[in-house]
């Protein structure tokens, strides 16, 4: 399969691939935090992030959920769709954690009654700021019904991943999405489902085992996400 790079992030490489529908993302060791103030090569990390997103699409294609995944190619590379790409995060929080934390003036981790949905326009120059779903539709991000199409796509994906993390003993505190277009004009999960963007937290004793690990010193980020890739593996073959 011949490739040619396409595009470059902190964290990622894209190449092209055999057909114009589809590419090849070969997730790197370089780890960043703060908008990519702070970054560090952690050795392997890029292996177990491939690898604990491969199993995550897998399962929710399986329940009938749309991806960019196609297939696992090696430790560090997935065949993915290629896709019009949507300038929007949805943030789905179990747990109000992070910078909502932070900007709601409650405790880290506080447990609510709802699951909570937030939108942010992803623009690295902006910090990525929280909007509402008028203001993606002013901006011609998306229209209502995609919007809308999103949070019911969330909150299915986000069932699905509590459940499979839980029998493998990880909470899950909140994640991330990034959606696409595809060709016939669906949404579809794009980017990402790693501890890169993703809050896990130990079920039994509530030890981080996410990239906070990273963001606030607190070591063992590399052995924490093979953890996690492990104790899916485990679940998963079950």
């Known amino acids: 399969m011949e490739k040619q790079i396409i595009f470059e992030g ?8 055999d057909g114009e529908d589809r ?29 604990i997103s491969a199993m995550l699409f897998s399962a929710l294609e399986k329940e009938g959920i749309r991806t960019h995944f196609l297939s696992l190619l090696s430790d560090r590379e997935q065949l ?18 992070g910078s909502t934390a932070k900007m709601l003036g409650v405790e880290n981790g506080l447990r609510i009654p ?4 937030e939108f942010r326009y992803n623009c690295d120059e902006l910090g990525d700021p929280m909007i509402n779903e008028d203001h993606a539709v002013a901006l011609g991000i998306a229209t209502y019904d995609e919007l809308s199409q999103m949070r019911a796509i969330a909150l299915k994906t986000d069932e699905i991943l509590k459940e ?3 029998r493998a003993g990880i909470e899950l505190i909140d994640f991330k999405l990034e959606f696409a277009r595809d060709a016939d004009g669906c949404l579809r999960i794009s ?8 809050r896990l937290w130990d079920e039994a004793d509530g030890r981080v085992l996410d990239k906070d690990r990273f963001r606030f010193d607190m070591s063992e980020v590399c052995s924490s996400y093979r953890e996690v890739m492990e104790r899916l593996e485990k679940t998963i073959k079950q």
């Open 80 to 97: 993915c769709l290629r896709l019009e790409p949507i300038p929007l995060q949805l943030v789905v929080r179990n747990r109000i954690a």
């Open 23 to 51: 590419i090849i993302i070969h997730y790197k060791d370089m780890t960043t935090a703060f908008g990519g103030i702070k970054q560090a090569l952690l050795k392997g990390k890029g292996k177990y992030s491939c690898r």
């Open 10 to 17: 902190k964290e990622k490489r894209i190449y092209s691939a």
């Open 164 to 166: 499979l993390y839980h």
């Open 114 to 117: 709802n699951t909570l949905l």
């Open 191 to 198: 980017d990402e489902l790693s501890p890169d963007n993703s």
